[in-house]
Antibody, heavy 124, light 108 residues
Framework: EVQLVESGGGLVQPGRSLRLSCTAS????????MNWVRQAPGKGLEWVGF??????????EYAASVKGRFTISRGDSKSIAYLQMNSLKIEDTAVYYC???????????????WGKGTTVTVSS | DIQMTQSPSSLSASVGDRVTITCRAS??????VNWYQQKPGKAPKLLIY???SLQSGVPSRFSGSGSGTDFTLTISSLQPEDFATYYC??????????FGQGTKLEIK
């Protein structure tokens, strides 16, 4: 079964750091780019960041709201993607989802597999 | 950034109704639109990609259409399990995805 499982969420004070993990199973993790998407309480979905596969240089992209504070990395041998979150702000409070990026023959991209999410609460 | 504006923000409908949700992009984006369904406390689920392609395993009562700036998600005959929030997403500027604000579909 194709699956993504996030972990590492919790309660953290403003200004502190937290690292989330996304463990994949059921597919060749290294072949896919991975996204992080978050959802603040009662709000919509916000794309956070992205990491390309090794074939495309393992490069990353970030939303303006987290650029310079968040870092995405991956460990293909363990089938894990990470989201390192530094200098956390109250407005980073959200459920964080990882998702797999897939594409069709015409290079239309979409997120076809999602984890159940992990909750991050930033509060003093 | 490309903005995606959904309408309506909420919608009440009955089982068996035909429902249409609209998404408008702030610039032309060809067919680079995906649609997701999210139920309370659950992760989003991909329904439609590339504006009109049905994801494997998704019931055929779901369909998508549109190109350019205007897109629609249609549910031909609402079932009880379809009451959820629906999001459009543009993938034109991938990986800088943006989502619509969501449409909450409620039981009338």
């Amino acid at each position: 079964e194709v699956q993504l499982v996030e972990s590492g969420g919790g309660l953290v004070q403003p200004g502190r750091s937290l690292r989330l993990s996304c463990t994949a199973s059921g597919f060749t993790f290294g072949d896919y780019a991975m996204n992080w998407v978050r959802q603040a309480p009662g709000k919509g979905l916000e794309w956070v960041g992205f990491i390309r596969s090794k074939a495309y240089g393992v490069t990353t992209e970030y939303a303006a709201s987290v650029k310079g504070r968040f870092t995405i990395s991956r460990g293909d041998s363990k089938s894990i993607a990470y989201l390192q979150m530094n200098s956390l702000k109250i407005e980073d409070t959200a459920v964080y989802y990882c998702s797999r990026e897939n594409w069709n023959d015409h290079y239309y991209y979409y997120m076809d597999v999602w984890g159940k999410g992990t909750t991050v609460t930033v509060s003093s | 950034d490309i903005q995606m504006t959904q309408s309506p923000s909420s919608l009440s409908a009955s089982v068996g109704d035909r429902v249409t949700i609209t998404c408008r992009a702030s610039q032309r984006i060809s067919s680079y639109v995906n649609w997701y369904q999210q139920k309370p406390g659950k992760a989003p689920k991909l329904l439609i990609y590339a504006a009109s392609s049905l994801q494997s395993g998704v019931p055929s009562r779901f369909s998508g259409s549109g190109s350019g700036t205007d897109f629609t998600l249609t549910i031909s005959s609402l079932q009880p399990e379809d009451f959820a929030t629906y999001y459009c997403q543009q993938s034109y500027s991938t990986p800088r995805y943006t989502f619509g604000q969501g449409t909450k579909l409620e039981i009338k």
